[in-house]
């Protein structure tokens, strides 16, 4: 029997991970283990509850004001007697995070393969997204296993010589994850509040946009605000403090936005599904939004994602006030510019992401 270690740790990895290991755990042929790190921890544990999750370690790493070597250092100590009790044939990480990459290398140094879910994902740019692109170019380095979600994250890796023969195009498990959360029937207060306008849902909290950046993307989203009585907002802030003094700065008591705590896997899934449009400068929410139909307006310079520009569901608007400004106020005040994006086919998978992962561990092929 295959021994199959999933080591995540943040909100956006237990959203991609946790319908992969139920997938696993379901498989007579694996032994499935899952070590959280906590990187997050208040946003993971909520994900994990709508999962059904009990992690077998918890290494509970989050601190106050943690920063990229408090992660990285307490990941690598934390992690190594796990792996050594463990002795997993593979670890699964996912994506970008600085536990993806902190454990590849614990890996690594233990000699252990590494199985990468959303692999080959690229700007070229290091420094956009900060870490996330390093940490992704790094973990491809090491990685035995490359479950890329589309043809171009599978061309990305062969042009920078990975071998064909270790790689899988296999769509992206963010897409499984909605079969789970999504309820036509959903409603909750906010939602009601809502009712009889376009609802709008916006994240940001990138590292690289904290400052000038982020101030832009506030003031456009508040001036489109001020110019449509038909519309409202809501944002789920980050528990970021420095994202929620630029946030209550600019938006204040204004009663057509709704600033609220972070919500779980569930909810948020749910409030895009009742959604018009989406302004983010997050990554999944880019795979997520187009298979519910939801147009995507991306606040940030680069994007790892360009098979959702090329189909048509995404649009990159970059951090300039107006940019944003005039790219929101289209698809408000156009319907065929709306009707275009929201109608564009999903490159992102068909929702059996998770199958061909574990198909592949179990079996060493694809099944069909």
Known sequence: MKKVLLVFGTRPEAIKMSPLVNELKSRSGICTTVCVTGQHRQMLDQVLKVFKISPDYDLSIMKKNQDLFDVTDNILGSLKPVLEKEKPDVVLVHGDTSTTFATALACFYLKIPVGHV??????????????????????SIISQFNFAPTKLAKENLVKEGKDPQKIWVTGNTAIDALKTTVNKNYMDDNLKWARGKRLIIITAHRRENIGEPM????????????????????YPIHMNPVVRDEAHKVFGNDDRIRIIEPLDVLDFH???????????DSGGIQEEAPALGKPV????DTTERPEGIKAGTLKLVGTTENKIYKEFTKLLDNQD?????????NPYGDGLACKRIADILEFGEMKH
Request: hydrophobic fraction near 40%; aromatic fraction near 12%; charged fraction near 25%.
């Open 118 to 139: 959303e692999a080959g994902l690229r700007t070229y740019n290091i420094y956009s997204p900060y870490p996330e692109e390093f940490n992704r170019e790094a973990v």
């Open 215 to 234: 101030h832009n993307m506030f003031n456009a989203i508040k001036r489109v605000l001020d110019e449509h009585d038909d519309i409202c907002a809501i």
């Open 270 to 280: 749910n409030y895009m599904h009742h959604s018009y449009l989406i302004l983010t």
């Open 297 to 300: 307006l991306v606040m940030r």
């Open 337 to 345: 510019e709306y009707n275009k994006m929201a109608h564009s086919a």
